[in-house]
């Protein structure tokens, strides 16, 4: 782990969603006391003001051809990324917007957002940003093979579809949304297509990057093992 005056650590978390990045990125960053950067946060604020300034009533197909022709520009768009009390505080208009970017609206559009060049080169330089300043855990989907190629400390989060679709259904419930399992599943198996060929910032492990399958480990399964292997390296 980074001492004073050392480089900061950076702890890489990829993989598809739904493969429980996020909920182990801020367990694990608890444990070891670092800061959680959660990449898709971000992505979904950007989403969620670009709605806001769109009308949500647009279906997801009309809300990416409009965000590609008006050539997105994320400094206007009221959004702030900032750290409070060793936190991300992902703010729109200097509010948090907490669960507002967790619902089905946002989750249907994100892609679009994430697509566009101009946004991962936003989100990209706050995470390094993050990383002058703290040691972190980061999650994402090209942490460990663009954002942070460096970091020694590189895994891959992976799981079934079905596991997955399971999961976010329960994400779903738990903030009062109701998603069928079939529609989620579908989603997600048409999302990892669209995130392996995205022409930049693609979903793929990094060579070296260890693999560790999800499908039947809890959170608190996936943290231990993390934590075994850092172990090790550290």
Known sequence: MSKRGAAKTVIALDGPAGSGK???????????????????AIYRTLTLAWMERMGEGLSPEDFGRL???????????GVEVRLVEGRQSNCLNGVDV?????????TA???????????????NAQLR?????????????????????????????????????ERRQGEFQRGGAQVG??????????RDEQDR??????????????????????????????LSYLQIQF
């Open 197 to 226: 060929a995205r022409p930049f910032g693609a979903l793929r492990q990094a060579e070296d990057a260890i693999l560790i399958d999800t499908s039947l480990l809890s959170p608190n399964d996936v943290v231990h093992r993390l």
């Open 22 to 40: 996020s909920t182990v990125a801020s367990m694990l960053a608890e444990r070891l006391a670092y800061l959680h950067a959660d990449s898709g």
């Open 129 to 165: 940003s993050f990383a002058r300043v703290a040691d972190l855990v980061v999650d994402g989907r090209d942490i460990g093979s663009v954002v942070f190629p460096e970091t020694p400390y590189k895994f891959y989060l992976d799981a079934s579809v079905q596991v997955r679709a």
């Open 67 to 77: 965000a590609t022709a008006d050539k997105l520009r994320p400094e206007e768009l």
């Open 98 to 106: 907490g669960a507002r970017i967790r619902t089905p609206q946002v």
């Open 109 to 123: 559009r994100i892609r679009y957002i994430a697509d566009m060049r101009a946004c991962r080169d936003v989100v």
């Open 181 to 190: 399992m079939e529609q989620l599943a579908r989603e997600i198996h048409e």
